[in-house]
Nanobody, 120 residues
Framework: QVQLVESGGGLVQAGGSLRLSCVASGSIFSFDAMGWYRQAPGNERELVAV???????NYADSVKGRFTISRDNAKNTVYLQMNSLKPEDTAVYYC??????????????WGQGTPVTVSS
């Protein structure tokens, strides 16, 4: 079974930065993509950023220009660098290993989540 473990969350002031890490028990290259999602209280879980097996990246409009997703295949690790954080970025952030099915790439495995709180 695949295990994903996130770390790096915490409390920061608006305008600050954090780097989240996701370590996988297996090769992340085995999946079509790795993604970061977030879920705020009362909201549905939403896609933040994704990186495909080909190295292409996509971001939610709300984080474009501020967040960067990257990976280190040798370390089986995916990162999310978050800059210029805003209070609306406050959420629990989840790492996901994804594969393509029914014409779309969907998460197959989830990490436990790491909370991020941005104060105003």
């Amino acid at each position: 079974q695949v295990q994903l473990v996130e770390s790096g969350g915490g409390l920061v002031q608006a305008g600050g930065s954090l780097r989240l890490s996701c370590v996988a028990s297996g090769s992340i290259f085995s999946f079509d993509a790795m993604g970061w999602y977030r879920q705020a209280p009362g909201n549905e879980r939403e896609l933040v950023a994704v990186i495909t097996d080909g190295g292409s990246t996509n971001y939610a409009d709300s984080v474009k220009g501020r967040f960067t997703i990257s990976r280190d295949n040798a370390k089986n690790t995916v990162y999310l660098q978050m800059n210029s954080l805003k209070p609306e970025d406050t959420a629990v952030y989840y790492c996901a290993a994804e594969s393509t099915a029914q014409g779309a790439t969907m998460p197959w495995y989830w990490g436990q989540g790491t909370p991020v709180t941005v104060s105003s």
